[in-house]
Antibody, heavy 120, light 107 residues
Framework: EVQLVESGGGLVQPGGSLKLSCAAS????????MNWVRQAPGKGLEWVST????????YYADSVKGRFTISRDNSKNTLYMQVNSLRADDTAVYYC?????????????WGLGTLVTVSS | DIQMTQSPSTLSASVGDRVSITCRAS??????LAWYQQKPGKAPKLLIY???SLESGVPSRFSGSGSGTEFTLTISSLQPDDFATYYC?????????FGQGTKLEIK
């Protein structure tokens, strides 16, 4: 059974940092690109970042470029997102999601998400 | 960047109705479009990929069509479980983008 379990969210002050994790199981992790998608309270879905299966290519939304860093450890079947210089508009549920192919593609399974709240 | 515009934003319908949601892309993107369903407090669920391919386990009352810049999600006969928010997403090119969502409400 495919499982994605996000962790690392919480309450952080503006300008602060967090490291989000997504522990994956039930599929061949390095055969799939992995993604972070976020959803602000009461709002729609926003794609944040993708990392290919090998980790050789990385893509970011302009809204997070230079502040967020995606990475993966294929030996641990874990996806990460280092989030720095947080702002109030980064407040959201952060979902990790599996890409169908090693290079990207649609998101065929999502975790339950972890909530990041940026507030003083 | 490819912008995705969904319509309508809200749709009121009854059980048994046939409904359609449209997604328009700001530039041609072949058929690299997916549709997701999201219920309150839950993660999104993939319904359709490559514009018209039904994900395994998704009821056949869901269908997708279109290519290029205009795409449609159709539910042939609404069931109580279908009242949710629906999103389209293009995966033709980075940055991936979602439509703003369509909330399907019970009339």
């Amino acid at each position: 059974e495919v499982q994605l379990v996000e962790s690392g969210g919480g309450l952080v002050q503006p300008g602060g940092s967090l490291k989000l994790s997504c522990a994956a199981s039930g599929f061949t992790f390095n055969n799939h690109a992995m993604n972070w998608v976020r959803q602000a309270p009461g709002k729609g879905l926003e794609w944040v970042s993708t990392i290919t299966g090998s980790g050789g290519a990385i893509y970011y939304a302009d809204s997070v470029k230079g502040r967020f860093t995606i990475s993966r450890d294929n030996s641990k079947n874990t996806l990460y997102m280092q989030v720095n210089s947080l702002r109030a508009d980064d407040t959201a549920v952060y979902y990790c999601a599996i890409g169908r192919s090693p290079y990207g593609s649609y998101l065929d399974y999502w975790g339950l998400g972890t909530l990041v709240t940026v507030s003083s | 960047d490819i912008q995705m515009t969904q319509s309508p934003s809200t749709l009121s319908a009854s059980v048994g109705d046939r409904v359609s949601i449209t997604c328009r892309a700001s530039q041609s993107m072949s058929s690299w479009l997916a549709w997701y369903q999201q219920k309150p407090g839950k993660a999104p669920k993939l319904l359709i990929y490559k514009a018209s391919s039904l994900e395994s386990g998704v009821p056949s009352r869901f269908s997708g069509s279109g290519s290029g810049t205009e795409f449609t999600l159709t539910i042939s006969s609404l069931q109580p479980d279908d009242f949710a928010t629906y999103y389209c997403q293009q995966y033709n090119s980075y940055p991936y983008t979602f439509g703003q969502g369509t909330k399907l409400e019970i009339k």
